[in-house]
């Protein structure tokens, strides 16, 4: 399947389980792989068939940041049902990063499939 590529969306919002990561910005990175047939935006080099990966990820860094969360399960949640009802992807593969959350780690985070084929 073709798919549309979002790489290291950097979000800055209110992340975290501890009373002291709710008085602070922490970035996450995130990730999607969004399937969607290009060949029609392809074929007519036109974009109102493209699926829009700028107008995505405008959207994904708003409902994020609209208010504190305190899991990145939850961020990768709610990434997935936003892609899959707001711009109509059948399937999606959502990697949340939470970097510098463990000093040992260059990075941690969680990755979901939602949706079929
Ligand atoms: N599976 C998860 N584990 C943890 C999370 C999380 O969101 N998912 N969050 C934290 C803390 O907020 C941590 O990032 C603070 O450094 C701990 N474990």
């Keep these: 399947m073709d798919k549309v590529l979002i790489r290291e969306l950097k979000v800055e919002t209110v ?3 501890y009373e002291w990561e709710k008085q602070i910005h922490q ?3 995130i990730d999607l792989d969004m399937d969607f047939d290009i060949r029609e ?3 007519s080099d036109d974009y109102q068939f493209a699926l829009c990966y700028e107008t995505v990820s ?3 860094i708003e409902l994020i940041t609209e208010k504190p969360i305190d899991l990145i ?3 990768a949640e709610r990434v997935a049902q936003c892609v899959m009802e707001e711009f109509g992807v059948r399937r999606v593969k959502v990697k949340v990063m939470k970097p510098g959350a463990v000093p ?3 990075a941690v ?3 979901i499939v939602r ?3």
């Design 41 to 43: 935006a392809a074929s």
């Design 115 to 117: 949706g079929h084929d």
């Design 15 to 17: 992340i975290g389980i």
């Design 109 to 111: 985070g969680v990755e």
């Design 58 to 60: 405008n959207r994904l």
């Design 27 to 29: 970035n996450l990175l």
């Design 73 to 75: 399960e939850t961020v």
């Design 104 to 106: 040992a780690a260059k």
